[in-house]
Structures are given as C-alpha cells and as structure tokens.
C-alpha cells in the first residue's frame, strides 16, 4: 500500500492502539505527504468547529448515514447497556467513519491514512461498555466493511508499554478519557486486547472484499518511524 499505485476502490490505511501510544505521531512523522490524510481537517480548530465539520460531513453522505446508525445500534446491542449519552457518542463516531470514508473515495486520491478510523471506533465501543461483547462482533464488522467502498483495508496495530504510554499521557494535553483520568489505562489495554481479537479473526477468515491486513508495531523509541516506513515501503 504504498499509495501511489492507482486502482479501482479505495485503499485505507488506519492506526489503531490505546491513547497515547503514538498512533497521530507516526501518522505526522512517517506517512509521506503525498499521501491523503482526510482526518486531519476534522482534527483542527476548536471543539465546536470539530463537531460541526462532522455533522455537516454526516449530513452530505445522510442515505448511507442512516443506514449506519441502524447498524451501530446493533452493535452497541452486543454489550452490556452503555448509558444514553454514551450511547449515542459511540453510534455518532461510527456514523463519521464510515462517512469520511465515502466522501474519500469520490475524491481522485485512492489511498488514504486515518489515524483514527474502524478500529479504533471499535475500540471506543468496547472501552464504552462495562463489560465484553456478549454476541459476534465480527460478523457485523465484516458486515460493516462490505458496505464501504473499499478494496484494502490495512491496520497498523500500534504497540507500547504500558509505563511508556502512561508516560506519554502525562506529558501531554490530550481529550481521551484515559488524558482525563489516568487510571482509566488497564481498561483501555483491556479494550485494546479485546479488538485485537476481533481484527485477527476478521483478517483471518475474509473472504472477497477489501482485502485486509493487520500489522503491528512497536513504538517505544525512534525507531519506530524507519521501521513503519520500511514495513509500508515508504523509504
């Protein structure tokens, strides 16, 4: 997926891991500039800007929208009850997803990187519930993919330890839960443990479309930005 070779559909590339564990650095430091970066314009300017960015997002793409709040009410169903406000944030962030992810691919631009994406919105749905899922989430994962157009879709699994990350989170200002309360982080590995497993079983057992591909790696130090690039062929 080195983002030049051009094809039909629309190839995703998204970062995946707990909060503070380097996922936008490596985005801003490794990924070459010619290579899209839709999540960036939804990530800058204040936080009412943001939303209204998304919404009207949302509202370009409603047809499809809809069908996607349907679907994330399905998946919530799989866990134990969130509370309404909860609820809602986490159908909102799959709804925006999906939606970026289709006004992507009307562009001309047929790769794309996303720093926050399908996995981690599975990751806020799980780090959301007060307990695992209670039915398959990868049946309607895959389901949820299908819909999409896309032909690939990567996941660099990012990867550190947990007095590393902790680290990180301290020394910076960040808007996750876990920079709000610290000692929220053995539920966010918790989650991040659980939606490992769904991605390795959706990988392992996807047939036709998109293709999909977990990579992990390891972010502990510099290196991490050659050896992204080495794995993604960017050098």
């Given at each position: 997926?080195?983002?030049r070779q051009q094809s039909e559909g629309l190839k995703v590339l998204e970062f995946f891991g707990v909060p503070g564990v380097g996922k936008t650095y490596l985005v801003r430091t490794a990924v070459p500039a010619y290579i899209e970066r839709p999540m960036d314009w939804f990530g800058q300017a204040g936080r009412a800007k943001r939303i209204r960015r998304k919404v009207w997002l949302i509202l370009r793409?409603?047809?499809a929208a809809l069908a996607s709040v349907f679907w994330a009410r399905k998946v919530i169903g799989l866990y134990p009850p969130m509370g309404r406000c909860r609820s809602w944030k986490v159908v909102?962030?799959?709804?925006?997803?999906?939606?970026l992810i289709r006004?992507?691919?009307?562009g001309r631009n047929r790769f794309v990187v996303l720093d926050q994406g399908i996995a981690q919105a599975l990751w806020s749905t799980q780090f959301g519930a007060e307990g695992g899922a209670i039915g398959d989430v990868g049946t309607l994962l895959r389901r949820y993919l299908e819909g999409l157009p896309i032909t690939e879709w990567a996941v660099v699994w990012v990867m550190a330890p947990q007095e590393v990350v902790r680290k990180r989170v301290e020394g910076r200002e960040g808007f996750s839960p876990v920079?709000?309360?610290?000692?929220?982080?053995?539920?966010?590995?918790?989650?991040?443990?659980?939606?490992?497993e769904v991605l390795t079983e959706v990988a392992r057992l996807a047939?036709?479309?998109?293709?999909?591909r977990i990579v992990?790696?390891?972010?502990?130090?510099?290196?991490?930005?050659?050896?992204?690039?080495?794995?993604?062929?960017?050098?």
């Open positions: 997926m080195s983002g793409h409603w047809p909102f962030n799959w709804v925006f997803v999906g939606c006004d992507s691919a009307r920079d709000r309360d610290p000692g929220l982080m053995d539920k966010a590995y918790c989650a991040e443990r659980e939606v490992g047939e036709g479309m998109p293709n999909i992990s790696l390891v972010n502990d130090d510099d290196r991490a930005v050659s050896q992204l690039r080495e794995v993604m062929g960017w050098t």
